[in-house]
């Protein structure tokens, strides 16, 4: 009985951590509607930047926790929800997560430079050797300062949404802004103090945890994923069930430590937070059909039969002049950019074209390139097709119990599944021995393809080809369907459509696409790791996609290069080994006010192209009559419904 007392008091200090994280998550969405998912990542920052003051410095620590989380988090809070956030209220859902995630990049990126992962660095505890007997369990005053923090924070914040006017406001505002303004509510400033309290319950969460973490970059980002889960419980709306779900989480947690046996542990602790997170989204109530709405910009229009052919042949085309000039580690990086762009097609058919945000595209590609390794000696024809069918699968079988969820629930529940897999799947030893695997190239009527060169151009002329069928995809009627889905689903009911089955094709197609990329980027490679198809991976494939255009086939190219390119520019620059994601994080802040990314200056060029043939018809007078009004530039002002 002591024993067991002792885990579960173990596991109330865990989950007061994961209880104060996730009520900074539920603090910031009730008050702004924005779901940050660079909570964890504002932790991580702030918990290095506490090591900094104090053991990189010297200062007191009292001194540097006061500095931290009473100066810096609130000044980086409210320089992100002006800069940042301020212009998505009122953004669509997908904008307002891509700008998100790239604010997690930036962050990531960032920390990884300042402090170099190569040293190795810990915070030490502030009470050492110094413990109070509770119920027979001896307990540090570090674990009972933990507790008193999660106690104090539920205190603070239930007085603050009950006992003071801001609460209130805030209460009110996320009910209904207008109203709320109506009666006096500033909600600017009311979303700059949501977003200062959820930056510094944050930066405590990240704190208290880092010390049993060794500062692990990768594991305080994740911390995020435990927060989500015990915020899910509370359905993002209730602190109390938020603190119940994060007590489950984490007295689950180490109640598995003392007694599940130690060859499945690591397994089962990897599991809990992502296993309560689908489960909580599994039992939450269906969300009601997302309406169509009024948008500022036109988006691009789909590429016809001639633009997407010549855009095909224009690929293979580069691809083998590329070939031919440039050799070794550029060659191989070409390969690597036309697979990444298979992958990255998936996206523009998911995201895209049907408005489902998949956070899990770069887990698909490794599944593919594991299945190419394990199907005919790793070299067959066979393989490919093995790593479509598997990955397919895998997409419906995702699909079924994410049917039911839409937006914002879709996305934590990618999410989920992507960190499930890099626990479970890629690191485990007998799925990939040794962190790595050997990926071969398929033999087709004989030819082997041995060389980089042929390699690429297959690679290159499959690429084309993917672009060719989407691009009739998206001209056909399940392309016209997938785009009625993601403007408004409640009309796409209305009118009879099944959304479930539109959606179980969408997710089969785009797995089945990302599980062919996989498998030629695991023959351009020859050998992948497990630690390339981490999940953050799947975020920048999804931040890439959405700065080039994720509703323009290019796009998909340009995600390709870019994600091909820029690591090569950043091994030039050393010093900045957070290059790649810094990059794609400052960039994807643009995304904000420009939501079709790059793809937009082929909307601009076809409206200046309309309007140069409308100017032209006018003056020459082909008809003899003036020119429609819903012609030229004045069709231009007239909104369109998405």
């Known amino acids: 009985m002591n024993e067991f007392v002792s885990f579960l008091v173990v596991g109330i200090v865990t989950g007061s951590i994961y209880a104060v994280t996730a009520s900074g998550l539920v603090v ?10 660079a909570h964890g990542s504002v932790g991580m920052f702030l918990a290095y930047l ?12 009292i001194l540097s926790l006061a500095i931290v989380l009473l100066v810096v988090a609130p000044v980086f809070a409210l320089v992100v929800e002006r800069a940042l956030m301020r212009p998505l209220y009122g953004a669509s859902l997908n904008t307002m997560i891509v ?9 990531y990126g960032t920390t990884s430079t300042i ?10 505890d502030w009470l050492a050797n110094d413990q109070w007997n509770v119920l027979g369990v001896n307990l540090t005053y570090e674990q009972l300062v933990t507790v008193g923090c999660a106690v104090g924070v539920a205190v603070a914040l239930w007085a603050l949404f009950r006992r003071t006017r801001i609460g209130v406001s805030m209460r009110a505002v996320v009910d209904d802004p207008p109203l709320a303004s109506l009666t006096g509510a500033r909600t600017s400033r009311i979303s700059g103090f949501a977003w200062i309290v959820g930056f510094l319950l944050a930066g405590l969460a990240g704190i208290l945890l880092a010390p049993g973490t060794g500062m692990s970059i990768q594991i305080l980002s994740e911390l995020v994923i435990f927060g989500y889960a015990a915020a899910i419980v509370g359905r993002l709306r209730s602190l109390p069930l938020t603190f119940l779900g994060a007590m489950i989480l984490g007295v689950s947690e180490s109640l598995a430590v003392g007694y599940v ?3 499945i542990l690591n397994d089962l602790t990897a599991i809990l937070p992502m296993g309560l997170l689908i489960v909580a989204l599994l039992l939450l109530p269906q969300a009601k059909l997302a309406a169509g709405r009024v948008v500022r910009l036109r988006p691009p229009k789909p590429a016809s039969l001639n633009v997407t052919l010549g855009g095909g042949v224009a690929l293979v085309a580069a691809s083998v002049l590329l070939s031919a000039l440039v050799t070794g580690n550029n060659l191989y990086s070409v390969g690597l950019a036309l697979a990444i762009g298979i992958a990255a097609l998936s996206l523009v058919l998911l995201s895209g074209y049907g408005g489902q945000v998949w956070l899990c595209q770069f887990t698909f590609v490794g599944l593919g390139a594991w299945t190419m390794s394990k199907v005919d000696g790793g070299g067959s024809v066979l393989g490919v097709l093995a790593a479509i069918g598997l990955c397919a699968a895998a997409g419906g079988i995702l699909a079924l119990p994410a049917l039911r969820l839409r937006g914002l629930y879709m996305a934590l529940a990618t999410l989920a599944f992507a960190a499930l897999m890099d626990s479970l799947f890629f690191t485990n030893p007998s799925v990939i021995p040794n962190g790595s695997i050997d990926v071969g190239r398929p033999d087709i009527f004989g030819m082997r393809f041995t060389t980089d060169r042929a390699f690429v151009i297959l690679i290159a002329v499959v690429f084309a080809l993917c672009l060719i069928g989407v691009g009739a995809l998206r001209r056909g009627p399940f392309g016209r369907r997938l785009v009625a889905m993601s403007d408004s689903q409640a009309a796409c009911a209305t009118v009879g459509m099944s959304l479930t089955r539109t959606k179980l094709a969408v997710f089969i197609l785009g797995g089945g696409i990302a599980g062919l990329a996989g498998a030629l980027y695991g023959g351009m490679s020859r050998t992948v790791s497990f630690s390339q198809f981490d999940f953050v991976e799947s975020l920048v494939l999804f931040v890439a996609v959405a700065l080039a255009g994720i509703t323009v086939l290019s796009g998909a190219v340009q995600a390709g290069v870019g994600l091909s390119i820029i690591p090569l520019i950043g091994q030039h620059i050393p010093s900045v080994s957070g290059f790649t994601y810094i990059l794609f994080g400052v960039g994807i802040v643009a995304v904000g006010r420009n939501p079709y990314g ?6 601009y060029l076809d409206e200046w192209r309309t309007t140069r043939r409308s ?3 006018a003056e020459g007078g082909l008809s003899g009559s003036p020119p ?3 012609q030229g530039p004045l069709a231009q002002k007239v909104p369109s419904v998405g």
């Open 28 to 37: 910031t969405y009730n008050s702004t509607g924005v779901f940050n998912f």
């Open 50 to 61: 506490y090591w900094q003051l104090w053991q990189g410095w010297g200062w007191n620590p």
């Open 99 to 107: 700008v998100t995630l790239g604010l997690f990049l930036v962050l």
């Open 115 to 124: 402090w170099n992962q190569t040293t190795t660095r810990n915070l030490p």
């Open 261 to 263: 046996p130690a060859s």
């Open 598 to 603: 790059i793809g937009l200056l082929f909307t």
């Open 615 to 617: 100017r032209s018809g």
């Open 628 to 630: 429609s009004r819903l």
